[in-house]
């Protein structure tokens, strides 16, 4: 079963080899790493991170950078095959041990970024398809707003995939001046049955957003879950 990016065009998520576990299962990305050995020294310590992963001339992923702004450079090139473009960002959940100032990856996953599409420029039916929420948070750069979701699924047909997307329904402006953007989790079940438990993570890059936010803004993402609609709201 494939997950296609329909109404977000990420980073080359398009592509139809890009299998579910490169979205929704983060822990079994095809980018794990064997060559580390475990322990208990000062630097073995496995940490996870948010990143914006970079790629050099051979699209080859070699420095990352955290939300909280830390530069790390790879301890070796990672070829992965979510990673297609030369020197070009992806965000990525990084799993790696600290060695010597380095980060030495255990596994890499993908976290889609979508385009955020105007609902009334859409051709298409909206789908909201219900998900299972799991979390929310704002990055600590402010640059991402996070979503952790669990799609429901199972056996499908060559031909049936998810499609998971952002839209932004409107752009308030409140007589104090503050933007209120309101936006909606696209989801299209595509029939898939709904068996099992496939959970991962949406970033939202706030800089596609249709405005440019301030102090005092908020934005809104309202999501159909299996218990009804919720918002969760993110003021900047």
Request: net charge negative; with cysteine.
């Amino acid at each position: 079963m494939k997950i296609r990016h329909t109404i977000a065009d990420t980073n080359g998520l398009r592509a139809a080899l890009l299998l579910i576990s490169c979205l929704f299962i983060p822990f079994l990305s095809s980018c794990n790493q064997e060559s580390y050995e475990s322990g208990d020294g000062e630097y073995s310590y496995m940490k996870a991170e948010f990143v914006d992963a970079y790629t050099n001339g051979d699209a080859k992923l070699v420095n990352v950078m955290t939300d909280d702004g830390d530069s790390l450079a790879l301890s070796k090139p990672v070829e992965c095959k979510w990673a297609t473009k030369a020197d070009s960002t992806y965000r990525a959940l990084l799993y790696y041990n600290k060695v010597e100032g380095k980060a030495e990856p255990v596994s890499f996953s993908n976290v889609p970024t979508p385009n955020i599409r105007m609902t009334s420029e859409l051709k298409e039916e909206v789908k909201t398809d219900p998900v299972k929420f799991v979390s929310s948070w704002k990055s600590r750069n402010r640059r991402y707003l996070n979503l952790g979701i669990t799609l429901l699924t199972g056996a499908a047909k060559e031909e049936q995939n998810h499609k998971i997307g952002m839209l932004c329904d409107s752009v308030v402006t409140t007589a104090e001046g503050r933007q209120q953007v309101y936006l909606r989790l696209y989801h299209d079940q595509g029939g898939i049955p709904e068996y099992y438990s496939m959970e991962g993570y949406v970033s939202i890059k706030v800089s596609r957003l249709p405005c440019k936010l301030n102090d005092g803004d908020i934005v809104h993402v309202a999501i159909n879950t299996y218990d009804g609609w919720i918002t969760r709201q993110f003021e900047y």
